[in-house]
């Protein structure tokens, strides 16, 4: 059976609840998940390739915990394991922010944290996913275009598909997200906007 076909089937069961589903899927899209880790530490230290390894495991637990994962197609799971890769990043950035700072309920000790985000990458998270929420409050389709293009890693093409729009308005809007996006995190971080932001 081709693979597409595959996990196509194993889509429909885990919409309907079959709780080994999700095990199959992450099976057949692991390497496409890998690599969105990967782009997302790419700046990271040396080690960074464990670290991607370390991420995918973390969103496969963030993805286990849910009762149902709604996706009919590759490019409708990788959208969820997108938005799940970031609230990852964002949760370890806050704990890893927190052991620094003594704060938080409950101490978490540093190396929880460590295998991901130094303390600047840590900052530049909380700062971008600041910036995420204002913008989905002001344009929702924009935020979703810069999930899926930054985080989830799609084509232009993909994100057009996912979100039901043309690809001349994911164009537009990832090129104006982009640039406003650059703006407030930068404001938020009092440095210069930086060019190769997403």
Known sequence: MPAEENLTIWLGKMSAGDDAALDHVMRLLYDEIRLMARQRL???RADHTLAATALVNE??????AQRRIDAADRIQ??????????????????????????????????????????????????????????????????ARVVEQRFYAGLSVEETAQLLGVS????????????AWLRKEVARELGVAPDPGAP
């Open 167 to 178: 690809t001349k308005t994911v164009q537009r809007e990832w090129v104006a997200a982009r």
């Open 59 to 64: 969103v496969y637990l963030k993805l286990a």
């Open 77 to 142: 799971f990788l959208g969820v394991a997108a938005v799940t890769m970031r609230r990852v990043l964002v949760d370890y950035a806050r704990t890893r922010t927190r052991a620094k700072r003594g704060g938080g309920e409950r101490p978490v000790p540093l190396e929880d944290a460590e295998p991901f985000l130094s303390v600047e990458e840590c900052d530049e998270i909380l700062a971008l996913d600041a910036a995420m929420e204002r913008l989905a409050a002001l344009d929702e389709r924009a």
């Open 42 to 44: 790419r700046d990271e």
